[in-house]
Each structure stands twice: as structure tokens, then as C-alpha cells.
């Protein structure tokens, strides 16, 4: 890849990566860590992580290079391969929020595809609300000791490092801290899950901090209160959701125009029945007002403005939502050959599952129309 690619050469080139990468090598990254661990090492290499990242640490320091790689994603359907979580996430919480001893330590692998990151903020009795946290980091002689459990942890079996909240408890304080912490750390342990249901190729763990000893300088900028730059992290992966989503829907709107023109029963096409027509007209109309929606948000993005949780709730829950009315409409549509996969090459099953799972992570439709709601009680 040139050193500074244009827009459009740089779509190719996510473009040609997701192809002869991902999509070709698909099974493979589905059955093997090392395999899949490597893709994401090899998607650093090719430049797919250096959107947002600063320039000093060999970014390109302009958001539209992470958007493509988010579109392109999308436009590939392929959901279960969150490179925005390293490029975009966890780059936003060490690129904002990182100690100068953190950023020179950690941007530049994560940018370039050296060291994978990932995020451990979910736990057993339930990831929805952050208040509920129980990990916990107690003071100790050389700082603290960290304990706690992480479930359904993206990247956890690959990932070289590790973001982790917990609950700090410290003289009558009792705030929420993310600690970054290296995988070989003595105490963490990582319970990989396997047999998943959907999202083939993502790699989802269970993170055990068994009494770590961490100190001040663990925390994430030392930052002592971090509520809000976990919710700021949030609304990032929230974005990137609807904007993968959001691609998604316009990828399956086309496909499946296309199929039904050409499906005839014998007789006629069946789009020229008033339900296949109908329901076509009905996703047409909400695909584009979500995209627009979806728009503003992306202009803001670029803008480097902040993303409102609202907004990026609103926009979430819509883009999911009318990913799953489609998919399922469509694997109706298809009859059998959603099935056995002949005449459409849409695993149609495979984004419809895959877009359920993506309904929960990053929070769930209900606490979507939780945060939604929580802004009916601001006065203007
Ligand atoms: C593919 C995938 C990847 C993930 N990756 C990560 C990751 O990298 N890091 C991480 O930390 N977590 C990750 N998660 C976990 C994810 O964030 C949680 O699954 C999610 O927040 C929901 O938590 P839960 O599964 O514990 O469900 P729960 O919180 O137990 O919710 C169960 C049900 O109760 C409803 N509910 C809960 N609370 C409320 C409420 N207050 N009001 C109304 N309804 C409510 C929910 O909507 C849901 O329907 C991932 C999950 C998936 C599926």
C-alpha cells in the first residue's frame, strides 16, 4: 500500500485485502486461531488499522480511511470481523486516553497490526449496565489487586493486551477505572468459547483475573474516574455498528431486488406480486432513512465532533433492526435455496444470525430504547 493512498485507492486495496484475505481463507479463520490471529496481524500490515490513528504514530490521522474500512466491511457482510474494534475502539481509548508512557508503548503496534487489543468490559450476571460491574481493583501495598471475570470478550484468545474495567476502590471512592493490561501478566487466564451459534469467525473469550498485582501506572492515563470515556468508547463501536449495518442492508436490498426480478414461478416474475413489491418498497423506504440518519452521523465523525449517545443509539438500533427484517424477509424469499444456497450466493442464514448477535453486543435493542428514552428527561 502507498504511503498515502487516495480515498478511492484505498478502498481497493480494503477492498482486495477482505477478498483474497478474509472471504477466500474464510473456513480456515473460522477453525484456527493462529490462522485468524494472523489475518488480523496481516490487516494491520496492509494498512487497515491506520484511519484514525495520529500521524506520529504512523496513522494517517483522517477518519474517512476508517469509515472505508467500515463500509468495506459491510459491503463484504462481513460482521464477525471487527477490525473498527482495534482501529477505532481501542485506538480511541489509548489515542485519547493513554499515559505518554501508554501511547509510546502501544499505538504504533496497534496501528500498524503488531499487538491486538481488545476490550473487557461484559461480565456473567450481565454486560448491559456498566454500574453493575464487579471486577474489582482494591488497594494493595504496590498499588492494587485486581479480580474479576470477562465474558464474551472479542479478540480474548488473540488479542496481546487488554483493556479492563473495574470497579476502583479506593478511601470512600468507588469509581470505574480501565486498566491496559499485557496478556502474559501473571493471574490472567483466557477460557476461549467455542461452538458459537453465529459470528464463524470471531474470536470470543472468557478473561480471568485471578489477583493481579497492578499499580497506578496500569491505568489507562491514570484516569481514576472513567465512566465517561467508556461510554465515549461505546458510542464508537456503536457508530461502527451502524455503519457496517447500514452498508449491509443496501448490499442485501440489491441482491434481492435482483433475485426476485429474475425468480419466475413458470409464469411470471415473482415480483410482480404485491407483497414481494411491497415488502421490497417497505425496506427501500426505512434503508434510506436510516442511511441518511446514518449520514449525519458519519459527517460528524469526520468532523472529529462528538457523537451523541442518543444518536448513536438511535442509529444502532435502527440499522440492526432493519438488518434482521431483511435477512429474515429474504430467507423467506429464497424458499429453499436459503437452505441449500444454489441460485443466490447470499448465505443468507449466516448474516441473519450474525446480525442477532450483533443486536446484543456492544448493548442490546432494549438498552438502546433505554438511552433513547433517558433523553426524554432533559429539559430543553
Ligand atoms: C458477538 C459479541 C461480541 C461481544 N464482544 C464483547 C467485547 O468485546 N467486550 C465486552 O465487554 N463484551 C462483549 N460482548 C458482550 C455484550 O456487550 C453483551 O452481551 C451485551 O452487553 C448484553 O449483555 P448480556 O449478554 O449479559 O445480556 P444481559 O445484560 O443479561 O441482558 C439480557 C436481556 O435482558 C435485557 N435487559 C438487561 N438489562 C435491561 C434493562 N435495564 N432494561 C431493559 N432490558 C434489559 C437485555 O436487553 C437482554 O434482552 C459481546 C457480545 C457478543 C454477542
Redesign the pocket.
Same mark, same amino acid.
Given at each position: 500500500m502507498k504511503m498515502n493512498p487516495t480515498y478511492e485507492e484505498y478502498r481497493m486495496d480494503v477492498s482486495c485485502f477482505l477478498k483474497e484475505v478474509v472471504i477466500k481463507n474464510y473456513s480456515s479463520l473460522s477453525k484456527s486461531r493462529t490462522h485468524l490471529k494472523q489475518m488480523w496481524n496481516e490487516a494491520g500490515a496492509a494498512g487497515l488499522f491506520k484511519g484514525a490513528g495520529n500521524i506520529e504514530f504512523g496513522g494517517f490521522g483522517d477518519r474517512q480511511y476508517s469509515l472505508i474500512v467500515m463500509e468495506e466491511l459491510g459491503k463484504h457482510l462481513l460482521l464477525d470481523i471487527p477490525f473498527w474494534?482495534q482501529a477505532d475502539v481501542i485506538l480511541h481509548f489509548v489515542q485519547q486516553y493513554g499515559s505518554s508512557l501508554q501511547k509510546h508503548k502501544y499505538l504504533q503496534p496497534l496501528i500498524n497490526g503488531d499487538k491486538i487489543g481488545?476490550?473487557?468490559?461484559?461480565e456473567e450476571h450481565?454486560?448491559?449496565?456498566i454500574n453493575l460491574i464487579r471486577a474489582k481493583a482494591t488497594p494493595a501495598e504496590q498499588g492494587y489487586v485486581l479480580t474479576g471475570v %470477562? %465474558?464474551? *470478550?472479542?479478540?480474548a484468545s488473540i488479542a496481546d493486551f487488554f483493556l479492563v474495567v473495574a470497579r476502583l476502590e479506593e478511601k470512600g471512592e468507588n469509581g470505574l477505572a480501565i486498566f491496559l493490561l499485557e496478556r502474559d501478566r501473571e493471574g490472567i487466564t483466557v477460557a476461549p468459547i467455542e461452538n458459537r451459534r @453465529?459470528?464463524q469467525a470471531?474470536d470470543?473469550g472468557e478473561v480471568h483475573f485471578n489477583k493481579i498485582q497492578v499499580t497506578r501506572e496500569d491505568l489507562l492515563g491514570g484516569l481514576r474516574h472513567a465512566s465517561l470515556a467508556i461510554l465515549r468508547g461505546l458510542s464508537v463501536e456503536r457508530f461502527a455498528n451502524a455503519v457496517l449495518c447500514q452498508e449491509m442492508c443496501e448490499v442485501l436490498m440489491r441482491e434481492g431486488v435482483e433475485w426476485a426480478r429474475k425468480r419466475n414461478n413458470g409464469r411470471e416474475s415473482i415480483m410482480s406480486f404485491q407483497f414481494v413489491s411491497y415488502s421490497f418498497a417497505e425496506h427501500e423506504a426505512n434503508s434510506r432513512l436510516t442511511a441518511a440518519f446514518v449520514d449525519t452521523l458519519k459527517q460528524l465523525y469526520l468532523k472529529e465532533k462528538r457523537l451523541q449517545h442518543q444518536d448513536v443509539a438511535i442509529a444502532k438500533y435502527k440499522s440492526i433492526s432493519h438488518l434482521i427484517q431483511i435477512s429474515t424477509f429474504l430467507a423467506k424469499l429464497f424458499g429453499a435455496r436459503t437452505v441449500t444456497g444454489d441460485i443466490t450466493n447470499l448465505d443468507i442464514l449466516r448474516v441473519h444470525n450474525d446480525a442477532v @448477535?450483533?443486536s *446484543?453486543?456492544?448493548?442490546?435493542?432494549?438498552?438502546m430504547k %433505554?438511552i433513547i428514552s433517558e433523553g426524554f428527561s432533559y429539559s430543553s
Open positions: 474494534l481488545a476490550f473487557c468490559l461484559t450481565g454486560g448491559s449496565d %470477562k %465474558k464474551f *470478550i472479542t479478540s @453465529a459470528m470471531l470470543l @448477535a450483533q *446484543i453486543a456492544g448493548g442490546t435493542e432494549e438498552i %433505554k
